[in-house]
């Protein structure tokens, strides 16, 4: 699985760092890291949680 | 809450048909009323158009259009460009103009100021402050046990609460708590002459800082603030107020109000009560679906251009209402919305906003709030709203509750 994430989106909710802090990694001012996150399959579903959880839709789950 | 003053006149461009009866001041359940759910009643509105117009929808007697579906809530709020958030409402209130930073800026220049606060307030940062956080909480709670087995949890813990983390993040000494509530609850609760004259006192003590801070910097909030650059040239002395004045009033009477509203619905669920106190791992989560059901802010935009929004005639200068209680009660967002549900995990809720104007302090919020609700679980046996007594809750600008007498003897 992976997680595409649409940077210019993001709005520093934090919501998916704060569901997977190891998966999801933020910027000093809160912002998530440009760069789509590959997921290991023993992380999809924290993966999947914490994508789900972001409030402006910046983080696309491919499957 | 003030009631707000008489309507003006619904501009020529709304169609008759557009108007409706709602208003989060004059709606039944928005004025301060015992046992209220506010909330509760504005989601009568989902039962209407996606889109209408409210005569009487401000403090000062402005009619706005009200958004009623959260999908297109963010629409409105990720487009600073055609709805903006400029209007000074604190100091138009002094007769004066100047904006609150960065709440009334728009973007691109909004993003300047944002950049600079963001990491005050990011995640790791707020973890810095958690000790202090929990440490407050457990004193103000410890007080209150040894005190009896009643409290008044607005004056007795939620305020002062709010008022004393704001003081730490600040860097002042807790011996100002007394003063800062004081002004804080004239400011927001107190009769039109009283709310003035906090205001320019808040505007003083803020201005006093910031010169006290250039003549001898420390290592505090507002010595970054006046050493700090945007756009490569220091802050102005007005640019500094705008933020201090933002960040003394943004955090005091929505955290008090999100913890007297969760205390509140754990006072009458007995189940969810002793739910959480056994099994303090689920305050987290709980404390989200707490943060849908029962959110404060109302947001509004003014349009910049004219715009066809949903079949409505957005016209520039229009004001445009974003609440964050119409919104965490949609159906199409929500399952079953009016059910409080505090294992609910899909909750993509909207009480710090969305789009570029989203909670600076909602970080810090979430950990006052999970920290408050466990400090008090912890130390408080089964409560209940005290027997005779009705809290009164109230609708507005800023939704909250007057008082909030528990008991637990
Ligand atoms: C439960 C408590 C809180 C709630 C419900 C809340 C809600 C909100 C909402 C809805 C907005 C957006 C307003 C708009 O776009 O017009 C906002 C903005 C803001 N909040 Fe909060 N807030 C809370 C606590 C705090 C705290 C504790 C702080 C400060 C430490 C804070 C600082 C700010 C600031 C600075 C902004 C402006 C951000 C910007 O314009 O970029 N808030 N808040
Ligand atoms: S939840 Fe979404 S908006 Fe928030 S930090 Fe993560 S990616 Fe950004």
Not at chain 2, 58 to 69: A, F, L, S, Y
Not at chain 2, 149 to 164: E, I, K, Y
Request: hydrophobic share 40%.
């Amino acid at each position: 699985m992976r997680i595409l994430v649409h940077k210019e989106k993001c709005q520093g909710h934090a919501r998916c760092w704060s569901m997977a802090p190891d998966i999801f990694d933020l910027d000093d001012e809160g912002y998530i890291v440009a760069g789509d996150i590959d997921v290991t399959p023993d992380d999809e579903k924290k993966a999947w949680r914490g994508a789900k959880s972001c409030p402006e839709r910046a983080l696309e789950i491919e499957k | 809450m003030t009631t707000p003053t008489a309507a003006r006149p619904i501009p020529a461009h709304v169609p008759p048909e557009m108007v409706g009866e709602f208003s989060l001041f004059t709606a039944p359940g928005m004025a301060p009323t015992p046992n209220g759910d506010p909330q509760a009643a504005a989601a009568c509105v989902h039962a209407g158009p996606r889109i209408f117009y409210s005569p009487l929808n401000t403090r000062d007697g402005h009619g706005t259009w009200v958004i009623t579906r959260a999908k297109d809530q963010r629409r409105v709020l990720q487009d600073g460009e055609t709805f903006s958030s400029h209007r000074s409402i604190f100091a138009s209130a002094l007769g004066e103009d100047w904006p609150m930073i960065p709440l009334e800026l728009d973007p691109p220049e909004h993003g300047a100021f944002r950049s600079l606060l963001n990491p005050l307030l990011s995640p790791k940062r707020v973890m810095v402050l958690e000790p202090a956080v929990r440490e407050r909480a457990a004193f103000l709670i410890d007080r209150i046990a040894r005190a009896g087995t009643s409290c008044d949890v607005m004056n007795d813990f939620a305020f002062p609460f709010a008022v004393n983390i704001f003081l730490r993040f600040l860097g002042l000494p807790d011996d100002q708590l007394e003063e800062f509530v004081g002004w804080a609850t004239d400011l927001l609760h107190g009769e039109p002459a009283k709310r003035g004259a906090a205001a320019r006192t808040i505007v003083a003590f803020i201005d006093d800082l910031a010169a006290e801070r250039r003549r001898e910097p420390v290592d505090d909030f507002m010595s970054f603030i006046i050493q700090a650059k945007v756009k490569d040239r220091p802050l102005t002395d007005v640019e500094v107020r705008g933020i201090g004045v933002l960040l003394f009033i943004a955090g005091l009477d929505t955290v008090a109000a999100a913890i007297g509203f969760d205390l509140a619905y754990l006072a009458r669920n007995i189940a969810d009560q002793r739910l959480l106190r056994n099994e303090p791992s689920r305050i987290v989560l709980a404390a989200e679906e707490l943060l849908r059901a029962y959110p404060t802010v109302q947001m509004i935009r003014v349009a910049t251009r004219d715009i066809d929004f949903e079949g409505a005639p957005i016209r520039k200068g229009d004001y445009v209402s974003c609440a964050t209680m119409i919104a965490n009660r949609d159906p199409e967002e929500f399952e079953c919305p009016e059910k409080i549900d505090l294992s609910r995990e899909d909750n993509r809720h909207q009480a710090f906003a969305y789009g570029p104007h989203r909670c600076l302090g909602s970080h810090l919020a979430r950990r006052e709030i999970v920290i408050g609700l466990e400090e008090w679980l912890k130390r408080i046996p089964d409560f209940r709203i005290k027997e005779g007594t009705a809290p009164i809750a109230y609708g507005g600008h800023v939704f909250g509750i007057e008082d909030l007498i528990l008991d637990w003897s």
